[in-house]
């Protein structure tokens, strides 16, 4: 591949960020042209009420949406929260291991969930009955490496880890009488989900539902009822539950941004199944490309474990590396760079990322090989 020419103001690259990442262009395009008047509110949605009528038409229209698309039961609620993973790491466990004489468990998989079992302690008693740390975290569990309390106040995961780029195909063995629950944020909507089989599930938007500011926690209804009062306002997932995710001002322009991504899959993609086969597809041609380099490519996850979002891999060296990632901005493959816990190249490939761009970056990888491998 030659490089190409300066990027024009308005120019695109193929934005392979781990998050904020891409979003669809037929969703950017729509929120360009309601960006200065929402049609109906003679304002831009940034500058009306999150107790408009329109807005509240919004949010309840991206909550069905996702009601639709993941088959989320009445038994459930779904809220719009603030404050990202790191706020949901301590509400989880004020909420369910709070007061509760029981302990936490968790599998720690990569760096988010080493981040969440370091705020449950804060709240009570939780431990990581796995821990995949002496292989710098590039396998997951089999049912066989853990053993979950038939009494433990929940079972926490994260189904997917952006960093290492290590995603569970299966949620992990968990007893009926313990709540499961997962971090999807960097998977949520890339594939049918049983949400049945969750206490709590909870994405932030921004790796690959929407843009940086919300939140989506999906909760078991009974589970928000016993919840201690105590915990503080805004932690207490009753509070957004019983308030329409209306007790503060919500991320009104994040939530409408979510909602339009969500009628993308469903009406553009047609529907999450649809989409776990594009995902398939676009993963496993940069996976191929990487087998078949004779180790001049070497994937982090081993290969039961591989994420169909964030394809993590390493070259000979560190000066290999710099170049690839030069070269690959100059033929607008941008935001490359793997995390530095894991080093070499991290291309995210979420929902919204076309075939065009794995396509390019399988070429460009394919050319860079034969050059310098």
């Known amino acids: 591949m030659t490089a190409s020419a300066p990027l024009a103001a308005t120019d695109r690259v193929f934005n392979f960020s781990a998050g904020p990442a891409v979003l669809p262009e037929s969703v950017l395009r729509e929120v360009q042209d309601e960006m200065l ?100 975290y590039n396998r997951l569990p089999s049912a066989s490496d853990y053993s979950v309390s038939d009494d433990a106040a929940y079972l926490y995961y994260c189904s997917n880890e952006t960093i290492q780029g290590v995603q569970f195909q299966d949620e ?20 049918p989900l049983d949400v049945q089989k969750y206490g709590l599930l909870y994405a932030c938007a921004q790796k690959n539902a929407g843009p940086a500011g919300v939140t989506a926690v999906v909760m078991r209804k009974d589970l928000i009822e016993k919840a201690d009062p105590s915990v503080p306002g805004y932690l207490y997932y009753k509070n957004h539950h019983d308030n329409d995710s209306e007790w503060n001002t919500p991320p009104t322009f994040a939530i409408y941004v979510l909602g339009k991504v969500a009628r993308w899959l469903r ?89 065009e761009g794995v396509e390019a970056l399988g070429q460009f990888m394919t050319d860079f090989l034969s050059r310098n491998g």
């Open 172 to 191: 992990p063995t968990c007893p009926e009488s313990v709540p499961l629950v997962s971090d999807a944020s960097s998977d949520f909507l890339c594939r």
């Open 37 to 136: 008047c929402l049609p109906g509110a003679g304002a831009s949605l940034l500058e009306i009420s999150h107790r408009d009528k329109l807005f509240v038409e919004i949010l309840h229209d991206a909550e069905n949406t996702l009601r639709s698309l993941l088959g989320i039961s009445d038994d459930y609620s779904v809220m719009f929260m603030q404050g990202g993973a790191t706020l949901q790491f301590s509400a989880i466990a004020a909420n369910l291991l709070r007061g509760s004489g029981k302990r936490a468990e968790y599998l720690l998989t990569g760096s988010w969930g080493k981040k969440a079992i370091a705020e449950a302690k804060k709240e009570g008693e939780a431990v990581a009955i796995y821990d995949a740390k002496e292989s710098n």
């Open 267 to 355: 009406d553009d993609i047609g529907g999450l199944a649809e989409m776990e086969k594009i995902n398939r597809e676009k993963s496993g041609s940069l996976y191929k490309i990487i087998d078949e380099s004779g180790g001049f490519y070497r994937g982090h996850a081993v290969p039961e474990c591989r994420s169909l979002m964030n394809v993590t891999f390493n070259l000979p060296s560190d000066e290999l590396t710099a170049k690839f990632i030069s070269e690959a901005g100059e033929n607008r493959l941008a935001a490359l760079k793997g995390h530095r816990s894991v080093g070499g190249i991290r291309a995210s490939i979420y929902n919204a990322m076309p075939r």
